[in-house]
């Protein structure tokens, strides 16, 4: 029998945050209510019938999220590296039980970690002054993140966008590290136009590959060059423009893909998170990747 292909997020949505609320919380000095924002979020993706959903990342961009919460980072206006990275305790962890408890139980949960080359490059480093072990202390940190989580969910990506920049040669055993004691699916989302790294991410040690198949469609040459084991997590809308793509446009792009890759398309999601678009613009993408994904699913 076929397997259906599953409907994705890739991590962030549109917060809609109250800036009132906000001030007053600052201002009382109380504690912020996340959980309403997160709430939100997941009610969106739920809405636009997404079957694997995340927490939305809306309470801080997906920088600030593990910076704030790794011991060695101090976040102002900007983050640095002051001491050694550490991890310190659990840090989206909670967010993940509160989703868990919001979604039927049809639907699936991705944690969503940010890579450590991403977060070695999106710091200021004042500690190191050596790349390599950088990213090296934040992958050993980010490892005993994924390690709690997957307890609490039914797959954990890992994001690095920073790739399609420059990936360095020890970047596979990077992502070696955190994946290496995962039981549940790994994915690795690298989004920009990565069509000239794709042996190197062919490399890596996850089960889905997850990149912007939409705004980079060069991405179809450079991926049927080669054969490879891992399934595709397909980017089917842009994340990048408002323009909602109509059903049968992003009908037309999945055929394209399963034309190419057959069954190794698994999961179809935005390019890449939706963070920076209009929340009604995000919904309504997301509700027509799901009304793509239907045609396809039959
Ligand atoms: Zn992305």
Same mark, same amino acid.
């Given at each position: 029998m076929k397997t259906r292909i599953k409907t994705c997020v890739i991590g962030s949505y549109p917060p809609q945050i109250d800036t009132i609320e906000l001030m007053h919380s600052y201002f009382n000095q109380e504690e912020v209510t996340w959980e309403k924002y997160i709430e939100y979020a997941v009610n969106d993706m739920?809405?636009?019938?997404?079957?694997?959903?995340?927490?939305?990342?809306?309470?801080?961009?997906?920088?600030?999220?593990?910076?704030?919460?790794?011991?060695?980072?101090?976040?102002?206006?900007?983050?640095?590296?002051?001491?050694?990275?550490?991890?310190?305790?659990?840090?989206?962890? %909670?967010?993940? *039980?509160?989703?868990? +408890?919001?979604?039927?139980?049809? !639907? @699936?949960?991705?944690?969503?970690?940010?890579?450590?080359?991403?977060?070695?490059?999106?710091?200021?480093?004042?500690?190191?002054? %050596?790349?390599? *072990?950088?990213?090296? +202390?934040?992958?050993?940190?980010? !490892? @005993?993140?994924?390690?709690?989580?997957?307890?609490?969910?039914?797959?954990?990506?890992?994001?690095?966008?920073?790739?399609?920049?420059?990936?360095?040669?020890?970047?596979?055993?990077?992502?070696?590290?955190?994946? @290496?004691?995962?039981?549940?699916?790994?994915?690795?989302?690298?989004?920009?136009?990565?069509?000239?790294?794709?042996?190197?991410l062919l490399e890596m040690p996850v089960d889905i590959l997850s990149h912007e198949f939409k705004a980079s469609p060069q991405l179809f040459d450079a991926f049927k060059e080669y054969s490879f084991s891992q399934g595709i997590c397909l980017g089917s809308v842009r994340s990048d423009d408002i323009r909602v793509e109509p059903v049968e446009e992003i009908t037309k792009h999945i055929i394209r893909a399963i034309d190419i890759f057959g069954d190794k398309i698994i999961q179809i999601s935005p390019d890449c998170g939706q963070r920076l678009l209009p929340r009604d613009v995000a919904f309504q993408k997301l509700k027509n990747l799901t009304k793509a994904g239907e045609k396809i699913n039959g």
């Open positions: 739920i809405n636009a019938g997404i079957d694997v959903v995340s927490d939305g990342q809306t309470r801080d961009p997906f920088i600030q999220i593990f910076t704030r919460k790794l011991k060695g980072c101090r976040t102002r206006n900007r983050t640095e590296i002051v001491d050694k990275i550490e991890y310190h305790g659990p840090i989206i962890i %909670d967010d993940q *039980k509160y989703v868990r +408890d919001l979604i039927p139980k049809d !639907k @699936k949960l991705k944690g969503v970690i940010t890579g450590p080359c991403t977060l070695t490059n999106s710091c200021i480093d004042l500690y190191y002054n %050596d790349e390599k *072990k950088t990213a090296f +202390d934040f992958a050993y940190a980010l !490892k @005993k993140e994924a390690e709690a989580l997957q307890k609490h969910v039914d797959m954990i990506s890992i994001d690095e966008p920073f790739f399609s920049n420059h990936i360095p040669d020890y970047s596979k055993e990077l992502i070696g590290i955190i994946t @290496k004691d995962i039981s549940c699916p790994t994915i690795l989302h690298a989004c920009g136009d990565v069509s000239t790294i794709v042996p190197e």
